[in-house]
């Protein structure tokens, strides 16, 4: 079995997967249900996925809903990325102690945990391929990034249940993965069967399906998957259009929409809680209580708060309107300028997060539209 | 000085630059030479003055005396630029102190001559209100930055 | 990834940039009534820490927090590490009343560097307002250390009041030289003063030096930054030979944390020092 291979599993071997994995001492982590949403962790069996969910979204909306099909993975995206496990929310990056006269490091690094992600979407794996540009670009500038990076398996599944927020075939990202998986699932399921077309990756994906049931995918199975892919790309809630984005919203810095978006936006940051791609932290220092240890944390933080663009005396970007315009510019134009690549996937978590419905898609229409909005900047 | 050195000080000096030779010959005739010792007051605040001064070099301030505060600079004037602009317009009277902070070599040219000359040569007043238009924009620009108080950051004091 | 699946051996990594490495305060001098500055020496077994002008640290006090402080000492005496500090936070306070030998975190050096390479036989204009002279001292310390590589080397320097002159003592040495011309302007200044009172983009117009063949950097507030490369564009000069120093929110310093963004730059890696005619789209507007 090499790399580039497709099989056959039934429903029953994703439960030896999942062993196989954490006998290779993995932690399986995968979608789960809590309070009322798919989220991700740590997932022992197939019982722990939310078999026969589904979600529905809108902006700013989320709720779970009985599927008969008992799909494993019926439903889109939930509040979490993977981001959550490659980036902690709250990560020490240095400890120190005081000592005669000043300080000394603290911390012995331990190994990176070792997560298989199980049921990343296409749109979240394109999302792993822009953070890996964004945190392996500078080798060693985040090594906390990299070994929990390199150390990551991931079992990638095909979206056959896009959201009604979702655009990922306007971005390009879905819904069939692209490369940068170990394992690539497309989940077949009708009153007939219930199986998986296993793809093959990577050499250590190998190695796992090696030991596990399964059969060669015949031509009727590929087309079987084929078909569910095609129903999802018809099934986008939302659509972008690219084209031309980059340099429309670079010409509207003094659009008057942004002051529209301002009326609407409670600067809450959920957008960028949610986005499997957004980056952004702060570094906290602190001490205990005697002053004798102190730690560095790496704290999400967001560009909608105002202290984000403090600079001795006050901050750069004090209107929401400023700060809007700061992340959805910086999502659809300026990323290109630094990472090659858009910063949205089409994920839609933004829009469903939101607790206004703020719409990126629509807001991206409205700023940059193919009419040129009055007051835009030459 | 004779006469023509007048002419090669005012035609060498950055505010007339440029200036036809014609013109310069016509404002000659309203120049006399000046010099100031350091703390010596050019004008006074309320003082009639229908004169501006060509400051050849030195230094001069331009002040104004705040109760309380004693004497505030306002900004200082040296060699190449020009100091006055109160003859322009009546009842030709000072704004502010002015006060050589060095020795100081000036020109002085006399407001109702020129104006006697710019009346009648309406090509000189253009020219000449041009050039003084250009100064007054200038200082107005640098006043408007000094109003700005760019390195000064309250709430860090 | 390629990885393999059993004994993962992470690759060599360099040293971790969020670590701060501790160096030790040698002095603490005042320099006007919230400014003082710092020289750091390398604790007994550290390394110097090399830097080029315009480059800045990361300092940290400990438990206190850490703040983005340019190098304002001299590049060829990298075993000083020298920086200037306004007191306006937390943090610039603790690092005040630091005394000597106490400890200070550094990470660094960060960002770009002034062009003084690229400059070689042209002239170089300085000119700094305020605070914004610290960033500029290592470019003066250069220039007049290797005098020869430079035409014509102009220093105009803004600040608000005689009394916030920053290195008053060294100003008087450089205007003492007869290689270099240092003009001081105040804002604002009592009659004891008896330097120039107006603001520095005035230097500008009358500074001897050849706009065709001149090197420009300035540092200072943002709204100077603008009139002074107006007053230089007006001089003859053109925005592809103006450099300029930026400030923004620097948490990480190794452009991962995305405070310090400005339009697609990260200042901290991209910058501090930009060539003017790549910012200058983003400076006239607002809250960028």
Known sequence: MQPGDSVVIERVVLDALLAALRERGYETVGPTVREGAIVYDEIRATSDLPAGWTDEQEGGHYRLRRDDREALFGYAVGPHSWRRYLEPPSLVRWRGRRVDGGFEDDLTPGPPPRYAFVGVRPCELAALLVKDRILLGDPGADPDYRSRRESAFLVAVNCGSPAGTCFCVSMGTGPRFGPGFDLGLTELVDDARHDFVLQVGTARGAAVVEGLPHRPAEPADLTAAEAVLREAEGRMGRSLETEGLKERLERSYENPHWDEVAKRCLSCGNCTMVCPTCFCSTVEDSTDLPGTRAERRRIWDSCFSIEFSYVHGGSVRTSAGARYRQWITHKLATWHDQFGVSGCVGCGRCITWCPVGIDITAEARAIGGPAEAAGSRP | ?157 | ?288
């Open chain 3, 1 to 288: 990834m390629t990885t393999p699946d059993s004994g993962t051996a992470p690759v060599a990594a360099p040293p971790d940039p969020m670590w701060p490495e501790p160096f030790e305060v040698r002095q603490v001098a005042r320099e006007t009534g919230d400014t003082f500055t710092l020289t750091l020496v390398p604790k007994v077994g550290s390394q110097p820490h090399p830097f080029a002008p315009g480059q800045f640290n990361m300092l940290y006090v400990f438990g206190v927090g850490e703040v983005p402080i340019s190098i304002s000492g001299d590049p060829d005496r990298p075993e000083l590490l020298v920086h200037t500090i306004r007191a306006v936070g937390a943090t610039t306070r603790a690092l005040q009343k630091l005394k000597r030998g106490d400890q200070v975190g550094v990470r660094g050096p960060f960002g770009t560097r002034w062009p003084v390479d690229q400059a070689h036989g042209q002239d170089i204009v300085l000119v700094a307002g305020g605070i914004g002279l610290a960033p500029i001292r290592p470019v003066v310390y250069h220039v007049l250390r290797h005098r020869a590589l430079y035409g014509r080397v102009v220093l105009l320097y803004g600040a608000r009041t005689p009394h916030d002159i920053l290195y008053a003592r060294e100003l008087r040495d450089w205007r003492g030289r007869f290689d270099a011309e240092v003009e001081v302007t105040v804002d604002r200044a009592t009659i004891e003063w008896q330097g120039g009172v107006g603001v520095v983009t005035k230097l500008i117009q009358r500074s001897p030096f050849d706009p065709s063949s001149a090197v420009a950097m300035i540092c200072g507030p943002e709204v100077m930054i603008r009139f002074a490369s107006l007053a230089l564009e007006k001089r003859g000069m053109t925005t592809a030979s103006i450099h300029v120093s930026m400030e923004r929110n620097m948490k990480c310093a190794v452009g991962l944390c995305g405070h310090c963004q400005l339009g697609p730059h990260f200042v901290c890696k991209d910058g501090p020092v930009f060539r003017y005619e790549r910012i200058e789209p983003l400076f006239g507007l607002r809250e960028v």
């Open chain 2, 1 to 157: 000085m004779t006469i023509q050195s007048f002419e090669k000080v005012l035609a060498e000096h950055p505010f007339f630059k440029g200036l036809r030779p014609e013109h310069l010959d016509t404002l000659v005739g309203c120049a006399a030479n000046v010099r100031f010792t350091a703390g010596d007051f050019l004008f006074r605040e309320g003082q009639r003055i229908d004169h501006f001064w060509v400051i050849r070099e030195g230094k001069v301030t331009v002040e104004v005396f705040v109760p309380n505060k004693g004497e505030v600079t306002i900004e200082t004037v040296e060699g190449g630029e020009v100091l006055g602009w109160s003859w322009l317009f009546p009842p030709y009277k000072a704004h502010f102190d002015a006060r050589a902070l060095t020795h100081v070599r000036a020109l002085s040219l006399d407001g109702a001559c020129l104006r006697g000359k710019c009346e009648k040569d309406t090509v000189l007043g253009y020219e000449f209100m041009r050039r003084f238009n250009q100064l007054i924009v200038e200082r107005l620009e640098a006043t408007r930055m000094q109003l700005l108080d760019l390195y000064g950051d309250d709430d860090a004091r």
